[in-house]
């Protein structure tokens, strides 16, 4: 290689380093995030709200949720990988700052201080269990389903079953333009049931107690 080229390519690593762990570093400001929530509190700060696409289901709720996720989340919509219209709009108009905020925000929305953490969830059906075991859930989202082993994994115990049905099938959606979600990791766990299947997992985790909330905004109440 071009002795000349080196000084540059390390130049260009360190940047690129440097830009990465400046990313990494971006802190989100609660109080900065609940005043940038108003595209968000229209379906998220309304109890069993209804969203109608691609199906009717009840919005997910994301008070309590952790911040890491839903930033993931954020991200995953304007990048694409998410395809849903609507919160791709609204994650296209957002910083990776308004992001940070906005997660700050939800994640300690609703917590109540020195409430105990969850313990491992109460079993259900056998027929939930199976699949639910087949599928390894608590691998990434804890014995709880509230406790997830990496951050950037979502909270979903107690979550609305309906919701996580649709999410569940959207990970088996391919080559469509407007609904799907990439993530290979879900997409390998969900191709191996059928619909039926998903959502007895889905009702089994939503029936579950969770630290999830949705928290009514003062014009809603």
Known sequence: MNKLLLPLLAAIVASVTTFSAFAEEIKGDAKQGETKNAMCIGCHGII???ASFPEIYKVPKISGQGSKYIVSALSAYKKGERKHPTMRGIAE????QDMADLA???EASGVVAGAAPLGKAADGSAKAMELVT???CVSCHGDSFSKPLDPSYPK???QHSDYLFVALKAYK????PKVGRGN???GGMVKQFSNVELKEIANYIGGLPGELKTVPQHKFK
């Open 104 to 106: 700050a925000y939800y």
């Open 93 to 96: 108009a957002l910083t990776d």
């Open 156 to 158: 979903i115990a107690g």
């Open 173 to 176: 959606t391919e080559n469509n």
């Open 48 to 50: 069993g709200y209804q």
């Open 134 to 136: 087949k599928g390894g």
């Open 184 to 186: 290979a990791i879900m």
